[in-house]
């Protein structure tokens, strides 16, 4: 294809011409939240981020959001975006919002308005209403879909097959009216020189005294103009949160998609339906991820791993061949290929396991690196702490990284063995090939290649236990001869 021509094609995509102006004002009261609805989340992001994320691609003039309820909050997650944000206080109404941010839409031909809490709307699907709508000429182009339970929605009003003559809310809606099973998603695309004159005329006529932007729709019908409705071909994208139940089904929907993108890139998924895995997670083929797990944040998984059941990954880095036995509780840290963790093994932030390690049962890593092929197999505390390659760290071992005022360190060298249920009190070192025997409160450095050992000498006394039973057996003799003796 010629530059020209590639350039030509560019210019019909980009949608200069159009501004996009979210609306996310609105408190959510049917949410009962202390928090402002399209800060709720749902697939692992909040509502409105969603909807900006959608917008992106559409190259627009500009995307513009009206923000009311918890203004800063909706701001600080819509700046990264480059949104321009408009106040609207109080909020009186999704026509009101439209009049608030007139200043900040300024020459834009057309708006496209999106509802800041229906956050399942795909870029393609608002691709085509822009586009049934400029081809149509149109002064509205209003996204609808038909919906077994259509409670809750606007409702639309045909005029013809392909026109619409009004959008009736629900609490207006006439008991004949009550059967409309299309319902109104409250995105639209607008021709602006057509719906300011429209939406001046527009009364607050409802029990809220709000300027409903609905009923724009039947001015412009009245003045002749064209108002044209495209049914979303995914009903689901329309869905918009007013309720907690609302937001359950969102969230639903984006953890299929995610398992769905998964699954087709190769991953292996048992019971799909229990699995939740955030948006940017990534995993390689083969990896098999087992019931009832969670991969949040940024995780990134290798190829070829088990992610067995229970296990919740938290902003991690996984290399392949990694083994994550069930319960296992990994937060932002680093498990290289071949390494087996768990089962209910817990690393916290900045822990690194090297390849091929070994992190056995109720092992809590902290701030730690495991290095290559080392153990620590059962029971211990491992913080602060760098351990070299080889090392064996024996079962509930603990390293005491904390005075009361401050965290120490410890180092342990490569070959290392630490025998089971010792103490290192930090800060301390343990050099290369050294040995810790068992039981023993290291609290200072052992060099390479010899043995530490802090703990109280043995002593055997011979005969001692035998003795004991048989002063035991007499004496019990004695208190039944004297018990008989008093009755
Ligand atoms: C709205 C539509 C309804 C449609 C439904 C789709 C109106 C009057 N009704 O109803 O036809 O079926 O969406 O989900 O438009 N907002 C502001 N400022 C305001 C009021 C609302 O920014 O003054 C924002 C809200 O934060 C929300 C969006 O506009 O993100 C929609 O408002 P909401 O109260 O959810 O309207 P619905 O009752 O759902
Ligand atoms: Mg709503």
Not at 398 to 412: L, M, R, V
Request: charged residues 25%; glycine residues 10%; positive net charge.
């Amino acid at each position: 294809m010629s530059k020209h021509a590639c350039h030509g094609t560019m210019l019909a995509m980009t949608n200069k011409d159009v501004a996009i102006l979210i609306l996310a004002a609105g408190k959510g009261t049917r949410l009962k939240s202390s928090l402002a609805k399209v800060l709720h989340t749902a697939g692992g992001r909040s509502l409105v981020e969603h909807v900006v994320r959608a917008c992106e691609p559409l190259r627009a003039k500009k995307i513009i959001a009206v923000v009311g309820h918890q203004a800063e909050k909706v701001a600080a997650v819509l700046e990264p975006f480059g949104v321009t944000t408009v106040l609207q206080q109080p909020q009186n109404g999704t026509g009101h919002a439209l009049l608030v941010a007139k200043g900040a839409i300024g020459n834009a031909k057309y708006v496209v308005v999106l509802p800041g809490d229906a956050p399942l709307v795909r870029t393609e699907t608002l691709r085509a209403l822009i586009n049934k709508h400029k081809k149509g000429n149109a002064a509205a182009s209003i996204l609808t879909a038909v919906l077994a339970d259509p409670s809750g929605y606007g409702r639309i009003l045909r005029k013809s097959g392909d026109t619409v003559a009004a959008i009736i809310e629900e609490s207006q809606l006439t008991p004949e009216q009550r059967e409309l099973n299309e319902i109104n998603s409250s995105m639209y695309s607008f021709t602006m020189a057509k719906l300011w004159p429209a939406l001046a005329q527009v009364k607050p006529n409802n029990k809220h005294r709000e300027i409903y932007l609905t009923d724009a729709i039947s001015v412009l019908n009245a003045k002749g103009e064209t108002v044209l409705a495209e049914i979303a071909e995914n009903a689901q994208e329309t869905l918009g949160c007013n309720t907690r139940a609302d937001l359950a089904g969102v969230d639903r929907a984006f953890r299929e998609w995610k398992r769905d993108e998964l699954m087709n890139s190769g991953v292996t998924i048992q019971l799909p339906e229990t699995v939740l895995i955030d948006p940017e997670v990534s995993a390689g083929e083969d990896t098999v991820i087992e019931p009832c797990v969670q991969l949040l944040g940024k995780t990134k998984v290798g190829a070829r791993c088990v992610i067995k059941t229970g296990s919740v990954i938290h902003d991690s880095v996984l290399g392949d061949n990694v083994t994550i036995e069930p319960h296992c509780v990994i937060t932002k840290s680093r498990v290289d290929s071949g390494v087996v963790a768990g089962p209910f093994a817990r690393m916290r932030p900045e822990s690194h396991v090297k390849d091929g390690a070994r992190i056995g049962n109720f092992v809590e890593l902290k701030k730690s690196v495991v290095g290559e092929g080392s153990k620590v197999p059962h029971l211990s505390y491992i913080g602060d702490t760098r351990i070299g390659a080889k090392s064996n760290i024996g079962a509930g071992t603990i390293t005491c990284n904390y005075d009361g005022f401050a965290k120490h360190p410890t180092a342990i060298g490569n070959k290392v063995f630490i025998g089971s249920d010792s103490v290192l009190v930090a800060p301390v070192r343990i050099g290369d090939g050294a040995y810790v025997a068992a039981g023993s409160v290291i609290t200072d450095n052992v060099p390479s290649d010899a043995l530490g050992i802090a703990r109280g000498r043995q002593a055997n006394k011979p005969g001692w236990a035998a003795k004991k039973r048989r002063e035991m057996a007499a004496g019990s003799k004695d208190t039944k001869k004297a018990k008989q003796h008093h009755r």
